[in-house]
């Protein structure tokens, strides 16, 4: 008898002990090729990342970014990340873009210290891509020293979506995956412009026509492009000395000269395509010359919307139907303020969630160039 309880004891020890590891498994991250998946965040999106998470069906690992009173940038993170495949979705925006990037970069280093497998940053809008070349004398090259620094800090490979340059990829020795929006564009331009088989897309400066072409094959559309040039110097001083200053607008800004040089607007709705906005001048001067040139409805589809210089009052005076946007950056605050629903934001989190779901398990992402394909 005494034999037979030490074994029924021995039994009900075990089955305790497998159902207490059962529960402590329902908290742990879902597992999908052996290891975790880890999903962390800084403070530059976190709307973004719980949207991705909820698509992702796991929870975000909490973690803080803090600044102590020399303003210097603290970061915990509270669960283990050892041997995880770490996700780290930050996109820097305005106006605190350094310190959004300095998150980032603390999040890898104390990923990659905290032994994870692998940790790949997430940044859906990449900082100072628009430093892409050295375009002047003396210019650096401030979006490769960008990659320097990712890499530095630890990341193994980087997720972007529509860079301003493709080729800062190659400023990376580690894979880097450039995801683009213009599947999302294709499916918002299909489902609520009215008649846009009858409409034209258009390029507000000569370096985005590569992109607008490439979206007017995709939809079977004619193309128009608009040149920018800045205004002329009136006059030039002899003897070598300095040129005459160049004319100011009202607003301080340099006058340019704006045409269009491809294609006719007139009678049709015209569908602006650009990567990013700021101040919004471009977008306003290339509106204004396609509504001069006999345009029905003038829309814009932009990928990141910074807005950086832009007030609501501005954007909702500008001469367009819609300006769309996606949520690469945040943009809940500026559709609460518009009155006239002239802002439209299209979410990214389906594109950004299935993208690591793949890059996790080792598939393609191929398919995620397609407007159907997933």
Not at 42 to 55: D, I, W, Y
Not at 173 to 199: C, G
Not at 219 to 231: H, V
Not at 292 to 300: I, N
Request: with cysteine; aromatic share 4%; net charge neutral.
């Amino acid at each position: 008898m005494a034999v037979v309880g030490l074994f029924g004891a021995q039994v009900v020890s075990r089955i305790q002990n497998k159902q207490k590891h059962f529960y402590q498994s329902l908290h742990r991250p879902i597992m999908y090729s052996g290891n975790g998946v880890r999903l962390l965040t800084g403070n530059s999106h976190p709307e973004l990342a719980k949207a991705v998470a909820e698509r992702l069906g796991i929870p975000l690992t909490s973690s803080q970014c803090t600044k102590f009173a020399d303003q210097e940038i603290g970061v915990r993170i509270h669960e283990s990340v050892r041997d995880e495949d770490v996700f780290i979705l930050q996109s820097p925006s305005p106006p605190s873009v350094n310190d959004h990037l300095m998150e980032l970069l603390i999040l890898i280093s104390a990923c990659k210290t905290a032994s994870a497998r692998r940790i790949t940053a997430v940044i859906p809008c990449y900082p100072y891509a628009r430093q892409d070349k050295k375009d002047k004398s003396r210019a650096p090259i401030t979006a490769k020293l960008v990659a320097n620094l990712l890499t530095v800090a630890g990341a193994d490979h980087v997720i972007t979506m529509d860079l301003h340059a493709s080729q800062i990829q190659g400023f990376f020795d580690i894979p880097v995956d450039n995801i683009f929006t213009e599947p999302l564009m294709v499916r918002y331009i299909k489902t609520n412009i009215p008649n846009w088989k009858d409409a034209i897309i258009v390029s507000p400066d000569a370096g985005g026509a590569k992109r607008a072409t490439a979206l007017a094959d995709r939809l079977g559309l004619d193309f128009a492009l608009i040149n920018r040039k800045r205004a002329k110097r009136e006059k030039k001083l002899a003897n070598g000395e300095p040129e005459a200053p160049i004319p100011k607008d009202a607003d301080g800004e340099e006058k340019k000269e704006v045409e269009l040089l491809v294609g006719d607007v007139k009678g049709k709705v015209a569908i602006l395509i650009d990567d990013l906005v700021d101040t919004g001048r471009t977008i306003s001067l290339a509106a204004q010359v396609l509504n001069d040139r006999g345009a029905k409805e003038v829309w814009a589809l932009i990928a990141h919307g910074l807005l950086s210089e832009t007030s609501m009052a501005a954007i909702q005076d500008l001469p367009l139907k819609k300006l769309v946007v996606t949520n690469t950056l945040p943009q809940t605050h500026r559709t609460e303020e518009c009155k006239n629903d002239i802002l439209d934001v299209v979410d990214v989190s389906a594109t950004i969630a299935e993208s690591i779901r793949r890059t996790h398990n080792g598939e393609s992402i191929s398919l995620l160039f397609s407007e159907q394909g997933w």
